[in-house]
Structures are given as C-alpha cells and as structure tokens.
C-alpha cells in the first residue's frame, strides 16, 4: 500500500504566501503525475495543478503565475508554493498522486484559510 500525507496549510492574510509539501510512502514502484486538488465549502473538488516526473506542469487558470509546483523524484515529494494568496483561495488543498501500481491516490487534505 501506499499513502500520501500532506503538511504546511495555515491561516494567512491576503497577499500572503504558504508552501505546502506532501509526502509519499509505502511500497512505491513509480509515481507518474503528482499534484493538487482543493475543495472549497460547498464546492467541488478542483484541479490546481500537476507535474510529471519529467518536471512538465500545468495549473489551473485561476492560479498561474501565483502558484508553483515542484517535486524531488528521489524523495518522493510534492510542493505547492503559494504566492499572492486571495480569499477564493481557501479551501481543503489534496495532494495527488499516480501511483502507476497502485492507482491514483490523495491524502487527508491540509485547510488554507486566507483572510481578508
């Protein structure tokens, strides 16, 4: 089995910045995509960006330029840095993963809180 746990979410004002990481362990054969998703109240769960093993990335229109996702392959790690920071930030943020093997697996989410 694998599982995914995610740290680094807070309350922050406007303007303000967080960086998220997200760990991976367990059996691990590969880990194709990594990412994130969010979930805001009464929202659906969205896509705010993944990158490949190769380092490739993409991101949600509503975040580009503000966000930046990177990983370290050798450490089986995920980061979100997150600049900038508005109100309709805030949400539960998931961090993804493609375990090839294993499937697609998130974890238990951390709260980002971004005050006015």
């Known amino acids: 089995q694998v599982q995914l746990v995610e740290s680094g979410g807070g309350l922050v004002q406007a303007g303000g910045s967080l960086r998220l990481s997200c760990a991976a362990s367990?059996?691990?054969?590969?880990?194709?995509?990594m990412g994130w998703f969010r979930q805001a109240p009464g929202k659906q769960r969205e896509l705010v960006t993944t990158?490949?093993?190769?380092?490739?990335?993409d991101y949600a229109e509503s975040v580009k330029g503000r966000f930046t996702v990177s990983r370290d392959n050798a450490k089986n790690m995920v980061y979100l840095q997150m600049n900038s920071l508005k109100p309709e930030d805030t949400a539960v943020y998931y961090c993804?993963?493609?375990?090839?093997?294993?499937?697609?697996?998130w974890g238990q989410g951390t709260q980002v809180t971004v005050s006015s």
């Open positions: 990158i490949l093993g190769d380092g490739s990335t």
């Open positions: 367990g059996h691990i054969f590969d880990i194709k995509t």
């Open positions: 993804y993963a493609d375990f090839g093997h294993w499937g697609p697996k």
